[in-house]
């Protein structure tokens, strides 16, 4: 069983950045993170592949946001730069058995709590 915990979030200014880790206890492969705004559904938004070396990104936060991980420390970290008021959500994180870090929250297995990111304009 694999346990998520989310940590980082809070109140931003636009144009700002805030940072979100997600510390995993058990064993990970691919992970993402996913937000779900106020009256709407949850979306992708970053995931990454076991190893690191595949990224892929929501094309709404391409460019601002970039996912990273330490398997040593088992944490996935997301650098959220340029804050927008549309980036105002709650955050979650995700783990799957897959290698990769795909783009679809239906391969995820494991979810952790979620953190309030919101951004002021």
């Known amino acids: 069983q694999v346990q998520l915990v989310e940590s980082g979030g809070g109140l931003a200014q636009a144009g700002g950045s805030l940072r979100l880790s997600c510390a995993a206890s058990?064993?990970?492969?691919?992970m993402g993170w996913f937000r779900q705004a106020p009256g709407k559904g949850r979306e992708f938004v970053a995931g990454?592949?076991?190893?690191?070396?595949?990224?892929n990104y929501a094309d709404s936060v391409k460019g601002r946001f970039t996912i990273s991980r330490d398997n040593a420390k088992n944490t996935v970290d997301l650098q959220m730069n340029s804050l927008k008021s549309e980036d105002t959500a709650v955050y979650y994180c995700?783990?799957?058995?897959?290698?990769?870090?795909?783009?679809?929250?239906?391969?995820?297995?494991?979810w952790g709590q979620g953190t309030q990111v919101t951004v002021s304009s």
């Open positions: 990454i592949s076991y190893s690191g070396g595949v990224t």
């Open positions: 995700a783990a799957r058995t897959g290698a990769l870090g795909t783009p679809n929250e239906r391969d995820y297995a494991y």
């Open positions: 058990g064993r990970t492969a691919g």
